[in-house]
């Protein structure tokens, strides 16, 4: 099945600088990526996603990038601000009669005014 | 309803009890999954249901761990006698698209299993 690892675990940046977050996959056949923000003891909320056919995609501060050749996906957030602190978690897909989405362990991002 | 409702979203149970866990998808979703999330984890698979079929349990842990969803609606998580590490967050998400290759899953809140 798939396997998604996720680095780094937490993250601590500055308001205003970026932050990176990166995901591998094993399984050739994902083509789907989605990326949720889930705060404390909330739901996880799809905050941007990306396709196999697709190599980057942004919205706002937000974007995503992906490597397929190297199964390698990563989100950036530029200009981070408080609201942004969060656990992040990446997650891949494999369509079929499972689809089912494999999620990455999360990273702990924290904004520090 | 606006968005996927768990219930409860809290439930203690001493070892050995049996719990059911509810879950309402958003109206007209097909798919609907079952997550479980351990404390500081991303959410493991459990289960899928395509209207009332489960199409996929190879994510539940152990015999104990039953899910149905009799009418293609509403579903259930069945835990029977509980053990200290079935604690966890327990999250149900729906998606419409029954052969569209998306992914894109809607989130409950989720229901918080201790097991004392």
């Known amino acids: 099945g798939e396997n998604v690892e996720q680095h780094p675990s937490t993250l601590s940046v500055q308001e205003g600088d970026s932050a990176v977050i990166k995901c591998t996959y094993s399984?050739?056949?994902?083509?789907?990526f989605p990326w949720y923000k889930q705060e404390l003891g909330k739901r996880p909320q799809l905050i941007i996603d990306i396709r196999s056919n697709v190599g980057e995609k942004k919205d706002q501060r937000i974007a995503v990038t992906l490597n397929k050749t190297a199964k390698h996906f990563s989100l950036h957030i530029t200009e981070t601000q408080p609201e942004d602190s969060a656990v992040y978690f990446c997650a891949a897909f494999t369509s079929g009669s499972a689809r089912q989405l494999t999620f990455g362990s999360g990273t702990q991002l924290t904004v520090l005014p | 309803g606006a968005g996927v409702s768990q219930s409860p979203r809290y439930k203690v149970a001493k070892r050995g009890q049996d719990v059911a866990l509810r879950c309402d998808p958003i109206?007209?979703?097909?798919?609907l999954f079952w997550y479980q999330q351990a404390l500081g984890q991303g959410p493991e698979f459990l289960t899928y249901?395509?209207?009332?079929?489960?199409?996929?349990k190879s994510g539940l842990p152990s015999d104990r761990f039953f899910a149905e969803r009799p009418e293609g609606s509403v579903s259930t998580l069945k835990i029977q006698r509980t053990q200290q590490e079935d604690s966890a967050v327990y999250l149900c998400a729906s998606s419409w698209p029954r052969t569209s290759n998306t992914g894109e899953l809607f989130f409950g809140e989720g229901s918080r299993l201790t097991v004392l």
């Open positions: 249901f395509q209207n009332e079929a489960q199409l996929d």
């Open positions: 399984d050739s056949a994902s083509n789907y």
């Open positions: 109206s007209g979703h097909v798919s």
